[in-house]
DNA sequence: CTTGAAATCATCCTTTCGGGTGAAGGCTTT
DNA sequence: AAAGCCTTCACCCGAAAGGATGATTTCAAG
């Protein structure tokens, strides 16, 4: 924010410096004034451009809710993925370890281990972060 | 796109013939030449600004092909999380392992683990899956 | 009824993660 | 100069994750 504020302050202080000596000129040289306030007009356009640029940069705080998620039931199939096994990956999605998914699920914590590892053989990933990355790919998951 | 150059071109029209009264105003009435330059200023800063406003906000017409995504730099100063954390984030929201990171950004893999512990304790998480999923919330992160 | 897929659980072993602690060098601010 | 943050790296330890393999049960389809 400083920086824009100083930017600022050098760009207004060339310009008053630029026009005070296209003042001098208009008078000294008996210039034409039609060419005096194109510079002008220009100047302050491009200005006035910059300043819009800054001022309509939002620069954070957008939040999107989009709920806007189609299951996709095809790559289901065509991956082979069980029925046990996606639920396995929406709760690993959802942050949770093997443990916690497994008390999740009721069942043992080796379950979830052949689950995941399978998983990840027909996702072809190695990692449950990849594994998750490629699932919101392929719309597997929200 | 053509609404835009239409109303840009009617704007600079009614400039000109506001231009052209003042210039007459001018001469006739032997107004200061510095409100003169100031009104001209000011007319193009503002015409400046919103050619600046309609520039940067295309409003519709624009194809746009990467997702909206708006970083959110408040949120990452009010977490106090430095740049290479935000690097190693990014990596990590990919899929890489805390070695791979290392590779990529040409440190050591203890390095690596140091940034990452710092972002969990600064993103109040305990697993990476949990640390991508809340960067992602908070619009850290794509 | 047999076959096969799915789901369940287990064991063994290796790699990766996460937590804790300490420390050195660089850069900025006070 | 001193304080503070960032970045870098190190070592230790326990927990979690991943890979490989095998086994049992259930259940639907051939």
Known sequence: MKKIILIYGASLAVLVFLLKYLEY???AKDLALEFYLAVIAMLFTGLG???GFRLTRP???VIKMSAD???NERELERLGISKREH???EWMAKGLS???????LFVSLNTVKTHTSNLFLKLEVSRRTQAI????E???IP
């Open 69 to 71: 998620f189609v299951f």
């Open 98 to 104: 093997n443990q916690e998914i497994a008390d999740k």
């Open 133 to 136: 990355q490629k699932a919101k």
């Open 25 to 27: 000129q208009f008078f």
């Open 87 to 89: 639920e396995v990956l």
């Open 49 to 51: 451009i910059w300043a």
């Open 138 to 140: 392929l719309s597997l």
């Open 59 to 61: 620069k954070g705080v």
